[in-house]
């Protein structure tokens, strides 16, 4: 029973004894107490110090829990002749309160010596020293040395603006390598960006001042785009000029609200689609590209719709005959005709034909044919830039 008293008086010591460092009801205050109990900070560890004390089987050292408001059992030293003892994953800059007893073979112990210190304040902050926009989407960051030499590492954070809060985006190692590119970023914005040092041991520094730069802006929508709906086998666009843009890209569509795709690049405030075909229906934006390669927004920019233009419509034809000649008069229904084209066929066996061309800028056409043999005139209608109507007007005579 006296051996479990002793041992118990031992436990409420490591775990409870008194703030204003009384002794317990079984602490035994003749026993010798430890002498120039110290405490020596590091930022992240606090090293204790004492004498040691003949005649003693071992140390109990607590530790103060400011949130418990409680001494709680740090270690126990079951050798008397160690002096130091090393407490370990402190937080900088924070006051930390010890205490020591020694103890005898029966596990009694002496009165408390008590001592506090204060860790080492966390690493300075690291010295930006350049940043700005380097091209589209692109930031460059510099900053100073860490002048510590136990600095291993760099985090780089920066601060977005949808979830307001600080996010690591790259780690930089080692001290001396001091320069960050972020990449694909949004064109005309604010980014925040603050560097935290990190050491060996794993003690980080003060972030450092936020480093505030803006992305290069896009350009102005480009307005007054114009499209050509009157030009052979090809349209032409126009636009206004915006100042910011060094060149400008093309996108096309085959529908108002389809997908745009980009088609040519130019520095001009014009461009011709070659489309090669009649009557064809293009849709078209036009962006502004700056001198960073920032580009304007191309869903706020305004649609166009360019044709190329159709072939002409087929000609109004009258036939006349008389005896072995035909007289074919014309009407342009869509005023384009600048002349015609007469294809003759001339029947001379089964499914044969021999076939005669004439070209006419008259409204009118005279020919002579045998009257015992069949023939089939086809007639087109021919414009100024030499497109033919799709269709010819088909006149039977003859047999």
Not at 136 to 164: L, S, T
Request: net charge positive; aromatic share 12%; hydrophobic share 35%.
């Amino acid at each position: 029973m006296k051996k479990y008293l002793i041992f118990l008086a031992a436990l409420i010591l490591m775990t409870g004894c008194a703030i204003n460092n009384q002794p317990t009801a079984k602490s035994n205050p003749n026993l010798p107490k430890v002498k120039n109990f110290k405490a020596y900070p590091d930022r992240n560890a606090m090293a204790l110090f004492w004498d040691p004390v003949k005649g003693m089987s071992g140390y109990y050292i607590q530790k103060y829990n400011p949130k418990s408001k409680k001494w709680e059992g740090l270690v126990t030293i079951e050798d008397p002749y160690k002096s130091i003892y090393v407490d370990k994953d402190l937080k900088p800059n924070t006051i930390y309160k010890y205490r020591i007893a020694t103890f005898d073979k029966n596990k009694v112990p002496s009165l408390a010596v008590e001592t506090s210190q204060k860790t080492m304040p966390p690493l300075e902050a690291v010295i930006p020293l350049e940043s700005k926009p380097l091209s589209k989407g692109m930031v460059k960051i510099i900053f100073r040395p860490h002048p510590n030499e136990r600095v291993k590492k760099y985090i780089i954070q920066r601060f977005y603006d949808e979830k307001a809060k600080w996010e690591e985006i790259a780690t930089l190692s080692p001290r001396l390598n001091v320069e960050y590119i972020d990449k694909d970023l949004k064109d005309g914005k604010i980014y925040k960006y603050r560097i935290i040092a990190i050491s060996y041991d794993g003690i980080k520094s003060y972030p450092s001042k936020t480093i505030v730069v803006s992305t290069y802006p896009k350009p102005p929508v480009v307005l007054n785009l114009k499209a050509s709906v009157d030009l052979p086998k090809k349209i032409k666009i126009t636009w206004s000029p915006v100042k910011e843009a060094v060149k400008y890209k093309i996108y096309a569509s085959s529908s108002a609200h389809g997908s745009f795709n980009p088609i040519a690049t130019t520095t001009a405030t014009e461009y011709t689609d070659n489309i090669g075909e009649d009557g064809v229906k293009r849709f078209y934006k036009v962006t502004a590209i700056s001198k960073y390669n920032t580009e304007s927004l191309l869903d706020e920019t305004p649609v166009v719709m360019g044709m190329t233009l159709p072939a002409p419509a087929k000609p109004i034809v009258s036939t006349n005959v008389y005896g072995n000649q035909v007289e074919f008069i014309f009407t342009s229904p869509d005023n384009r005709a600048a002349k015609y084209l007469i294809v003759k066929k001339e029947k001379v066996g089964f499914l044969k034909y021999k076939t005669t061309k004439y070209v006419t800028d008259k409204n009118s056409f005279t020919d002579t044919f045998d009257p015992k043999k069949e023939y089939v005139y086809e007639i087109y209608e021919v414009d100024k830039y030499g497109l033919i109507s799709k269709e010819p007007v088909k006149v039977e005579i003859g047999g």
